[in-house]
């Protein structure tokens, strides 16, 4: 199966915080994503990429910066972390566009306090 | 505005029982819907995708697709307590780079 590894899987930092949210993926997946999942929301999605050095604003970017360094690694940034932003983060990847099977990371819990 | 509405938000069905859940998008460029189950405290993981008019069917599971009213539904027959979860139907359309997500059905079957 599919393997996406997220680090940390939780995180604490406090309000104005820098944090870094890392994904891995060893799938060769083209698309990769950053989506947030609050209760009554679903998921969101953040940003997603097609590519290293390609970034694409999802419907939620406000406060939130990524970065697609390589094929495998996607990298969340909040750089002033507010207490609005504590959610369950979820990195996933697919081959191609969402007419594909998406494949989820076991997410990372940030609360910011 | 969400591309995609689910309903009902929640819902209790006995062990054996048939659960049914609804998913509609509003927009008429979607072309395909995926559902997907989501464990306490796990991931979110594919549980059955349908792309064309009708009825598809896996094990105790049958999703239905109606294009026209874009609407599809997943019916769980023999409900187990182990389908207890969150179900997200998502949504793709051929203008769109990638899936859109509704809001989920939180699905519990009690023993």
């Known amino acids: 199966e599919a393997a996406v590894t997220q680090s940390p899987r939780n995180k604490v930092t406090v309000t104005g915080g820098n944090v870094t949210l890392s994904c891995r993926q060893t799938?060769?997946?083209?698309?990769m994503y950053w989506y947030r999942q609050d209760t009554g929301h679903g998921l969101r999605l953040i940003h997603y990429s097609y590519g290293a050095g390609n970034l694409q604003i999802g419907d939620v970017p406000d406060g939130y910066k990524a970065t697609r360094t390589t094929q495998e690694d996607f990298f969340l940034l909040l750089e002033l972390a507010s207490p609005s932003q504590t959610s369950l983060y979820f990195c996933a990847s697919s081959s191609d566009r969402g007419d594909t099977e998406v494949f989820f990371g076991k997410g990372t819990r940030l609360t910011v306090v | 505005q969400q591309k995609v509405q689910q309903s009902p938000e929640s819902l209790i069905v006995p062990e054996g029982g048939m659960a049914s859940l609804n998913c509609t998008s509003s927009d008429r460029n979607v072309d395909y819907f995926w559902w997907y189950r989501q464990h306490s405290g796990k991931s979110p993981k594919m549980l059955m995708s349908i792309f064309s008019n009708g009825e598809k069917e896996e094990g105790r599971f049958t999703v239905h697709l109606n294009k026209a009213s874009l609407h599809t539904s997943l019916h769980i027959r023999d409900s187990q307590p182990s389908d207890s979860a969150l179900y997200l139907c998502?949504?793709?359309?051929?203008?769109?780079?990638?899936?859109?997500f509704g809001s989920g059905t939180k699905l519990t079957v009690e023993p």
């Open positions: 799938n060769s997946h083209n698309y």
């Open positions: 998502a949504a793709f359309g051929s203008n769109y780079n990638v899936l859109y």
